[in-house]
């Protein structure tokens, strides 16, 4: 039976969309399927790198995880009804099962099993408020949203919760041949829910409410009964996600997922869902998902400005939701709402294209001044370099991107109690004194191939050293504090935001709002010191000038950065496969790290800059809200000594 043609369903005599095998006979499928391809096509040749075999696995993780919430919230959609709780329920389920299997002992099928039936339970209130009790699934989704995500955070004041077992860690980071396993989950879901929807009377009755909710009632088909199960699949896939990134991380995460259920949806409309209800598959949504994928991966590989690929996300969004609109209405209609949707188009690019020429021309147009209260230097460059070497600290957040993390880490050796609870003593062992040996011998320091302060690469000869395996953690800088009764310069100056603000039910997390003098102070509590620049640097690239600590090619699985989509620090360690050839980990992103050194010209420069001098102190590999060109190995941003800002942080060295 074709698809789009309505025939009164044998069952109810109700007319209801047929389905179909979506692959062969689904149009809309296919037009959203050629844009995939030509999307693909785009990418590869502005960048055939991005088909490499990594990048791949990479948008089959962000697919799995996206399109098994939309798959969920596709059948609720199709129903009428709607279910914004998704990214909170993932908060939650992520931190449920990790709790279950590390606090209380639970093996790993019990605990996976009662995830699921907590899961199913809360999809089944939703269904209940909806269904009987008259309450918009606007309204109930959303305080589910609300009260899950406080749940996740209060389940340990905030905390994560590491030590997961090694046999779960596969289910998110596990691969069978090149698919990751739980790209395998979603095919498998995929599967049983699209068989339900295109081959039994169940699926024809969803889409039966959909399409016109008192004729299906009339007609005899239970749409309470029908829209419960839709709220329950929903709560499954999103409890499924939640057990999914736990795996992936490590760890149980009270973070995640913030924003997913706006991504997931907008994934579940570029699919080919409409809004209005009685439309949708399975296969529309997985492309949909596939699309953002495509597209968020491939404007890193573009070279595009992340600040820029919300803007662009959105606009695809738009598109999606205005076409579906549109192609409903009448003549006049479509044509109002085409002539909007194209002026507010022109708009955004005009918008784009002004703040894109604003940035180039910043890159090369010298404002020396410094910032105001820190001495902060302004973001700006030397009027021949080619990328702007500095920034303004601390770092703007703005509205999140749709967020895909992929991050494959390792357990986080930091401690799972607050600092407060640490015991006292004249000098207690910090939690993470966890010390790395860099033998003596050259390297290649700095680049030719980045910014004009980074020139020339050059051989730097050192003596054999340590460093500190992980960023200084609250715990250890509380442990510093509550020792020796120090106070950081921003205490001191009694500035809005500290240290201990950050710090928080964040032990295990870096230290933050620390300037150099508080860095230089603890590392020399414990008979340490800041690294020099140039050890920094050996500790994060090795001897064999690699541009990332885990290699030449950028993948932001391996680092908390902006395009991992967590935005804010994590427990460090969490990344434990992005760790560099000595084994320090952390040396991309989480926070920036002070160095010793004054910020100065390399030997052999020619580069000038107004602010070389004994005036900035060094800082090294990125924050949370870095891009690829800020967590380079060579990069060098600088800083005044009592800047002290919410993604900066240090190790120690001797």
Same mark, same amino acid.
């Given at each position: 039976?074709?698809?789009?043609?309505?025939?009164?369903?044998?069952?109810?005599?109700?007319?209801?969309?047929?389905?179909?095998?979506?692959?062969?006979?689904?149009?809309?499928?296919?037009?959203?399927?050629?844009?995939?391809?030509?999307?693909?096509?785009?990418?590869?040749?502005?960048?055939?790198?991005?088909?490499?075999?990594?990048?791949?696995?990479?948008?089959?993780?962000?697919?799995?995880?996206?399109?098994?919430?939309?798959?969920?919230?596709?059948?609720?959609?199709?129903?009428?009804?709607?279910?914004?709780?998704?990214?909170?329920?993932?908060?939650?389920?992520?931190?449920?099962?990790?709790?279950?299997?590390?606090?209380?002992?639970?093996?790993?099928?019990?605990?996976?099993?009662?995830?699921?039936?907590?899961?199913?339970?809360?999809?089944?209130?939703?269904?209940?408020?909806?269904?009987?009790?008259?309450?918009?699934?606007?309204?109930?989704?959303?305080?589910?949203?609300?009260?899950?995500?406080?749940?996740?955070?209060?389940?340990?004041?905030?905390?994560?919760?590491?030590?997961?077992?090694?046999?779960?860690?596969?289910?998110?980071?596990?691969?069978?041949?090149?698919?990751?396993?739980?790209?395998?989950?979603?095919?498998?879901?995929?599967?049983?829910?699209?068989?339900?929807?295109?081959?039994?009377?169940?699926?024809?009755?969803?889409?039966?409410?959909?399409?016109?909710?008192?004729?299906?009632?009339?007609?005899?088909?239970?749409?309470?009964?029908?829209?419960?199960?839709?709220?329950?699949?929903?709560?499954?896939?999103?409890?499924?996600?939640?057990?999914?990134?736990?795996?992936?991380?490590?760890?149980?995460?009270?973070?995640?997922?913030?924003?997913?259920?706006?991504?997931?949806?907008?994934?579940?409309?570029?699919?080919?869902?409409?809004?209005?209800?009685?439309?949708?598959?399975?296969?529309?949504?997985?492309?949909?998902?596939?699309?953002?994928?495509?597209?968020?991966?491939?404007?890193?590989?573009?070279?595009?400005?992340?600040?820029?690929?919300?803007?662009?996300?959105?606009?695809?969004?738009?598109?999606?939701?205005?076409?579906?609109?549109?192609?409903?209405?009448?003549?006049?209609?479509?044509?109002?709402?085409?002539?909007?949707?194209?002026?507010?188009?022109?708009?955004?690019?005009?918008?784009?294209?002004?703040?894109?020429?604003?940035?180039?021309?910043?890159? %090369?147009? $010298? #404002? +020396?001044? *410094?910032?105001?209260?820190?001495? &902060? /230097?302004?973001?700006?460059?030397? =009027? !021949?370099? @080619?990328?702007?070497?500095?920034? %303004?600290? $601390? #770092? +703007?957040? *703005?509205?999140?991107?749709?967020? &895909? /993390?992929?991050?494959?880490?390792? =357990? !986080?050796? @930091?401690?799972?109690?607050?600092?407060?609870?640490? #015991?006292?003593? *004249?000098?207690?062992?910090?939690? &993470?004194?966890?010390?790395?040996?860099? =033998?003596?011998?050259?390297?290649?320091?700095?680049?030719?191939?980045?910014?004009?302060?980074?020139?020339?690469?050059?051989?730097?000869?050192?003596?054999?050293?340590?460093?500190?395996?992980?960023?200084?953690?609250?715990?250890?800088?509380?442990?510093?504090?509550?020792?020796?009764?120090?106070?950081?310069?921003?205490?001191?100056?009694?500035?809005?935001?500290?240290?201990?603000?950050?710090?928080?039910?964040?032990?295990?997390?870096?230290?933050?709002?620390?300037?150099?003098?508080?860095?230089?102070?603890?590392?020399?509590?414990?008979?340490?010191?800041?690294?020099?620049?140039?050890?920094?640097?050996?500790?994060?690239?090795?001897?064999?000038?690699?541009?990332?600590?885990?290699?030449?090619?950028?993948?932001?699985?391996?680092?908390?950065?902006?395009?991992?989509?967590?935005?804010?620090?994590?427990?460090?360690?969490?990344?434990?496969?992005?760790?560099?050839?000595?084994?320090?980990?952390?040396?991309?992103?989480?926070?920036?790290?002070?160095?010793?050194?004054?910020?100065?010209?390399?030997?052999?420069?020619?580069?000038?800059?107004?602010?070389?001098?004994?005036?900035?102190?060094?800082?090294?590999?990125?924050?949370?809200?870095?891009?690829?060109?800020?967590?380079?190995?060579?990069?060098?941003?600088?800083?005044?000594?009592?800047?002290?800002?919410?993604?900066?942080?240090?190790?120690?060295?001797?």
């Amino acid at each position: 039976m074709m698809r789009g043609v309505r025939n009164p369903d044998s069952a109810t005599g109700v007319a209801v969309k047929r389905r179909g095998i979506p692959i062969l006979s689904g149009f809309k499928e296919a037009n959203i399927l050629i844009a995939l391809v030509v999307l693909c096509v785009v990418f590869y040749w502005i960048n055939p790198s991005f088909v490499k075999l990594l990048s791949i696995q990479i948008m089959f993780r962000d697919v799995a995880v996206f399109a098994m919430l939309g798959i969920g919230v596709t059948l609720v959609i199709i129903t009428g009804g709607i279910d914004l709780s998704l990214g909170s329920m993932v908060a939650l389920t992520n931190m449920l099962v990790a709790w279950f299997m590390v606090d209380q002992g639970w093996g790993m099928i019990p605990a996976i099993l009662t995830v699921l039936i907590f899961s199913a339970l809360v999809g089944l209130m939703h269904g209940i408020f909806v269904t009987k009790v008259g309450v918009p699934p606007f309204i109930i989704t959303l305080g589910t949203l609300i009260i899950a995500r406080g749940m996740a955070a209060a389940m340990k004041k905030g905390w994560i919760i590491a030590g997961l077992p090694e046999p779960f860690l596969f289910i998110g980071q596990g691969q069978i041949g090149i698919f990751p396993v739980q790209f395998i989950i979603l095919v498998i879901v995929a599967i049983i829910v699209a068989f339900i929807l295109d081959f039994t009377v169940l699926g024809r009755h969803i889409y039966a409410t959909g399409g016109n909710i008192e004729a299906a009632r009339v007609s005899g088909i239970n749409v309470d009964r029908v829209r419960n199960f839709c709220y329950i699949v929903s709560g499954l896939t999103s409890g499924t996600t939640g057990i999914i990134i736990a795996s992936r991380l490590g760890e149980g995460n009270p973070i995640v997922g913030s924003a997913w259920e706006l991504w997931a949806i907008a994934a579940t409309v570029i699919g080919g869902t409409s809004l209005f209800g009685g439309e949708g598959s399975v296969l529309g949504v997985i492309i949909g998902a596939a699309i953002m994928s495509v597209m968020k991966n491939g404007l890193v590989f573009a070279g595009i400005s992340s600040y820029y690929h919300d803007p662009i996300l959105g606009c695809v969004l738009v598109i999606a939701v205005t076409y579906d609109i549109i192609r409903r209405g009448e003549p006049e209609q479509r044509r109002w709402g085409a002539g909007i949707l194209a002026a507010l188009l022109a708009a955004i690019a005009a918008s784009l294209f002004y703040f894109s020429a604003l940035e180039k021309a910043a890159r %090369v147009t $010298p #404002t +020396p001044s *410094p910032a105001a209260g820190l001495g &902060t /230097p302004a973001a700006v460059a030397s =009027p !021949t370099a @080619a990328l702007t070497p500095f920034k %303004v600290l $601390p #770092t +703007p957040t *703005p509205v999140p991107p749709p967020p &895909t /993390p992929t991050p494959l880490p390792t =357990p !986080t050796p @930091a401690p799972t109690s607050p600092a407060a609870e640490v #015991t006292e003593g *004249p000098t207690p062992p910090p939690v &993470t004194d966890i010390m790395i040996e860099i =033998p003596a011998g050259p390297f290649t320091m700095g680049s030719d191939a980045g910014n004009e302060d980074e020139a020339p690469a050059h051989e730097v000869d050192l003596p054999a050293f340590e460093i500190d395996k992980f960023e200084v953690t609250n715990a250890d800088f509380a442990q510093f504090a509550e020792a020796t009764g120090y106070q950081t310069d921003a205490e001191k100056e009694g500035r809005t935001k500290n240290w201990r603000d950050a710090a928080e039910g964040k032990g295990n997390h870096p230290v933050v709002y620390v300037s150099w003098n508080d860095a230089m102070a603890y590392c020399q509590w414990l008979g340490k010191r800041l690294p020099s620049e140039a050890e920094w640097e050996k500790a994060a690239r090795g001897t064999d000038g690699r541009m990332y600590p885990w290699g030449n090619e950028w993948d932001p699985s391996k680092a908390n950065v902006k395009d991992t989509g967590l935005r804010g620090t994590v427990a460090v360690g969490s990344f434990g496969a992005g760790a560099s050839p000595y084994g320090v980990e952390d040396m991309a992103g989480n926070v920036w790290e002070w160095t010793a050194d004054w910020y100065e010209a390399y030997p052999s420069s020619n580069y000038q800059s107004d602010y070389f001098g004994q005036r900035f102190r060094v800082q090294r590999g990125g924050g949370w809200f870095e891009t690829a060109e800020w967590v380079r190995t060579t990069f060098r941003n600088a800083n005044s000594e009592v800047a002290a800002n919410d993604d900066l942080g240090f190790r120690c060295a001797r």
